[in-house]
């Protein structure tokens, strides 16, 4: 009901109270609790003062997500687009917690505004230096929809394959990532070990492919156990580090917000876990010039694929 008079019986405090309910459901903005006449009054403070101690109290007794995993929704950023805050946000992922807070803030609310996240997909055919960047993989495509790594931002919008295989990997970069449409099962692993030893290995350059695997490393997916498996599905939203090993087995149009800062190591491994075997990807400046035209987009494929968005109502 709309906070009224004008119903008989009604009292300023029946008012509140239901508006409190329309509040607590999501049906009314809070801020009109404090227009309405009784709020004031001794019982109405008594009734928010009682739910705001009930809503600190169930806070309090939820453990915080892990890494990696959901967390609650970050603080707004104040005025303009979700594009004017990108224009504007420089993220230090060497505090990783305040960097994952920021940007699972900006891939939630771009998630959840078609307009903006229409406009960015449909400017990169305009933008020659973005479409260079659009990759087409086995797994998945990706659009590079923002780039300032300068500050440490680069967005872009996955879009999974045909091709569905279990295969762990990690990422030279941290990153943030929110679940548009469709969904993957989702395995964090512990590696006993590091793979990486000393850091840079000039010799990983030459096992870039799973036709083609590190012939050096052996039994290494040994080594390898689960940890936490769970569904990621629409709204789904979380930080991984650069250091975590991961996988995910996606269903059919799954599409997501990426939004990564920079590269802090030299490269990153897959593994196949059927033939036991490993590889390494390395960033475009430090690839084959094969390679870089094997993986490139083009524009028509782009115009296919911005298709497909459209079709599955993402942009």
């Not at 999501?26 to 739910?51: K, N, W």
């Not at 946000?89 to 959840?112: I, K, M, P, S, Y």
């Not at 659009?134 to 659009?143: A, G, K, N, P, V």
């Amino acid at each position: 009901m709309s906070p009224t008079r004008d119903v008989v019986g009604t009292s300023d405090l029946d008012v509140y109270a239901e508006t409190l309910a329309d509040v607590i459901a999501g049906r009314r903005p809070a801020d009109e609790l404090a227009r309405l006449p009784g709020a004031t009054s001794p019982a109405a403070l008594h009734i928010r003062r009682a739910h705001e101690e009930a809503l600190a109290a169930r806070a309090a007794e939820q453990p915080p997500a892990p890494h990696g995993g959901p967390l609650p929704e970050p603080p707004p950023y104040q005025g303009g687009s979700v594009i004017d805050h990108l224009d504007r946000l420089t993220v230090d992922w060497n505090d990783f917690e305040a960097a994952g807070e920021a940007t699972r803030d900006v891939v939630q609310r771009l998630a959840d505004d078609k307009e903006s996240l229409r406009k960015l997909v449909y400017d990169v055919e305009n933008k020659p230096e973005l479409l260079a960047m659009c990759e087409r993989h086995q797994l998945l495509d990706y659009i590079v929809l923002y780039d300032a790594l300068d500050r440490g931002v680069r967005l872009r919008l996955h879009i999974s394959t045909e091709d569905h295989f279990d295969r762990p990997h990690d990422h030279r970069f941290s990153f943030s990532s929110r679940i548009v449409t469709g969904g993957y099962t989702h395995t964090w692993y512990h590696m006993d070990g590091d793979l990486y030893g000393d850091g840079p290995d000039p010799q990983a350059r030459q096992y870039l492919n799973r036709h083609n695997p590190d012939p050096r490393v052996k039994d290494q997916l040994n080594r390898l156990t689960p940890h936490i498996v769970r569904w990621e599905g629409p709204g789904s939203c979380y930080t991984m580090h650069h250091s975590a090993i991961h996988t995910t087995f996606t269903t059919p149009d799954t599409v997501s917000l990426f939004l990564r800062g920079p590269a802090e190591k030299d490269r990153s491994v897959i593994m196949d876990k059927e033939e036991g075997t490993l590889w390494w990807r390395f960033g475009r400046q430090d690839e084959p010039e094969e390679r870089r035209q094997q993986k490139a987009m083009g524009l028509d494929a782009y115009r296919q694929i911005r298709d497909r968005l459209e079709k599955l109502g993402v942009i």
